[in-house]
């Protein structure tokens, strides 16, 4: 499946394994909650990329332990109208200190993708023949912001009194 990261288009190198799915012995795996819990000790072991996906009712507190052993984790956004993953996301930057790749997956509009770098997602699975465009002309929809965030970008305040970025 190809997403968006770093503004970029790319191939999505990781194998999804549901709890119906064997594990594979070698690959990227993106797992679900109930498999990372269920394989959680042969899963830290691999030696290669691992990250998991939580749906929109599965709190990343369930993981925090666990954020240094990931390299990946997705939050799903199950339709616009719920946005625990924006909640989630900054939770995930900010308090659990995670700096590896946050995916938004799911219901991911392109009216909602600079709100979603903000909070800290660096990579999105968009529905689009163009994605890499898309996404382009949907982040630079704004060039001044009012309220800080996780992205470290100067707000209005800063900009106006010719302060530096934060960071």
Not at 58 to 81: C, G, K, N, V, Y
Not at 85 to 109: C, M, N, Q, W
Not at 137 to 163: C, H, K, P
Request: net charge negative.
């Amino acid at each position: 499946m190809l997403l968006t990261k770093k503004h970029q288009n790319t191939v999505d190198s990781y194998i999804r394994i549901g709890p119906d799915d064997s594990l594979p012995a070698e690959g990227a795996l993106l797992v679900t909650l109930a498999v990372w819990q269920d394989h959680w000790e042969r899963l830290v072991r691999r030696q290669e990329l691992i990250g998991v996906q939580l749906t929109s009712d599965e709190h990343p507190e369930i993981i925090s332990d666990d954020i240094d052993h990931l390299d990946l984790i997705a939050l799903e956004f199950p339709t616009f109208r719920d946005g625990r993953a924006y909640s989630y996301a900054r939770l995930i930057r900010e308090r659990y200190g995670f700096t590896g790749e946050l995916r938004a997956v799911g219901d991911v509009l392109l009216e909602q993708l600079h709100y979603m770098e903000r909070v800290g997602f660096n990579s999105f699975e968009i529905n689009s023949s163009d994605p890499e465009t898309d996404f382009e002309i949907a982040s630079n929809d704004f060039t001044v912001w009012y309220q800080a965030s996780g992205d470290q970008r100067r707000i209005a305040t800063m900009l106006r009194l010719g302060e530096k970025d934060r960071g």
